[in-house]
């Protein structure tokens, strides 16, 4: 199910972009700021209902934490450091995205903290199998780039209509398959870390 393992598809639109960016001298840093400003933005617009916010902005933490890597790749100044500071960068961007939806009134705060634990816990078992040698794993059934399209897809049907689904909001919803799928997920990352070791 995971998206990321259609990165290279996606290489076609990313490299006029990317070019563009080396053009204007923006920096894989550059858009890691970027990318976490959007996020916290996107946090705030959903604390306070603006979904239109919310979701424009999860669309640009999107495109610019693609981004980042691939300017890097590019200009070929990839380094642990922009490593380290990308994924630091993301698990805050995620927190600051679902802990925007659950505090506010879109979605109950247990269902959000369940959602949290499963996106954390997933993302932690991804880079711990880089930690202990066997290399970034991107598998399972949800990574990065699926709750990114799963939110925004939330984001643009909430805007369409705010119905409830069998009495939760469609943030609700999303947030429950975070926690179930993510969960499934940092299982899934165990296993095959576990496997290799």
């Known amino acids: 199910m995971t998206l990321d393992s259609y990165r290279d598809h996606?290489?076609?639109i990313i490299d006029p972009v990317v070019a563009a960016c080396i053009r204007l001298k923006i920096t894989p840093d550059c858009c890691t700021a970027i990318s976490l400003v959007a996020a916290a933005i996107a946090g705030i617009g959903f604390?306070?209902?603006e979904i239109g916010i919310?979701?424009?902005?999860?669309?640009?933490n999107a495109v610019f934490d693609a981004l980042d890597g691939s300017i890097a790749r590019a200009m070929n100044i990839q380094s642990l450091r922009g490593d380290f500071l990308d994924h630091t960068v993301d698990r805050y961007a995620d927190i600051f995205m679902i802990c925007g939806i659950f505090a506010g009134p879109l979605c109950p705060w247990q269902i959000g903290v369940f959602g949290l634990t499963g996106v954390l816990m997933a993302s932690y078992l991804g880079t711990q199998a880089q930690a202990v040698g066997i290399g970034r794993f991107y598998g399972g059934f949800l990574g990065r780039a699926d709750r990114l399209i799963l939110l925004i897809?939330?984001?643009?049907v909430s805007l369409i209509s705010s119905a409830l689904i069998i009495g939760m909001s469609i943030f609700a919803w999303i947030l429950l398959i975070f926690g179930i799928f993510g969960h499934i997920t940092a299982v899934q990352r165990f296993m095959h870390v576990w496997k290799q070791l």
């Open 10 to 12: 996606v290489k076609p």
């Open 47 to 49: 604390y306070f209902s």
């Open 54 to 60: 919310g979701t424009l902005c999860i669309l640009f």
């Open 153 to 156: 897809g939330a984001g643009i």
